[in-house]
Structure formats: structure tokens, C-alpha cells
């Protein structure tokens, strides 16, 4: 006999819910106020790198069923070492600047609201 709700989600099985490439990329568009197309594009400027980055690093924390060559095709990208790298570059900048690994935890904190 359960004695919880049938909505009831016990809090160790809701953080493990599987969140949406389209959630992480809509959130860090709105954190970099960036577009989708910008995000998207060949670009190599500072600000749609990082926001890529940033969507690859996230991806690979709150999206495990996503393998990185299924993040890179979501970005327009061939390649799965270009996610692998953009995760390893944002793993180092969380590090050192306080402000960047800042900007990354709204990204996430905007992804469990």
C-alpha cells in the first residue's frame, strides 16, 4: 500500500528527470540573449561560442540519455569533439571565473523551475 498521492514525486527521483535539449537551448538563449540563429550559425564570435558552449556543458549534465554526437547535430555541428570540447572549455572557465560559473547556474537553476 503506498501511503503518498499518485502525483507524488519523491525529491531523489525528480532530480533525476530527463530535461530537453530545446529547454537547455531556450534557456541559454534567454541567459546570453542570444538567438537561435546566432546560436545555431558558423559563427566564431566570442558570444555565440560561449552561449554554444554553455548549452553543450549543461546538455551533458541535465541530459543523460543524450549521447555528444546527438548534442553537436542539435547546434548544427558534424563533429562530437566540438561538444566535448566546449564542455571541457566550460568545466575549466567555472573554475576560474566567478562571473561566467555564475551565468551558468542561472542556465541551470532555469531548467529546474
Not at 525529491?11 to 529547454?23: F, M, V
Not at 540573449?33 to 545555431?40: A, P, R, V
Not at 555541428?77 to 566550460?90: E, F, N
Amino acid at each position: 500500500m503506498n501511503m503518498f498521492p499518485k502525483w507524488y514525486v519523491p525529491p531523489h527521483i525528480r532530480r533525476r528527470q530527463k530535461r530537453s535539449a530545446s529547454a537547455v537551448i531556450q534557456a541559454v538563449m534567454t541567459e546570453f540573449n542570444i538567438d537561435k540563429d546566432n546560436l545555431t550559425s558558423n559563427s566564431r564570435k566570442k558570444k555565440p561560442v560561449r552561449a554554444r558552449q554553455v548549452a553543450w556543458y549543461v546538455m551533458s549534465r541535465n541530459c543523460p540519455h543524450m549521447s555528444y554526437p546527438q548534442m553537436a547535430r542539435i547546434l548544427n555541428r558534424i563533429d562530437h569533439t566540438t561538444a566535448l570540447h566546449g564542455v571541457r572549455v566550460v568545466e575549466h572557465l567555472v573554475k576560474i571565473d566567478g562571473d561566467f560559473a555564475a551565468a551558468v547556474e542561472r542556465v541551470e537553476m532555469a531548467l529546474h523551475d
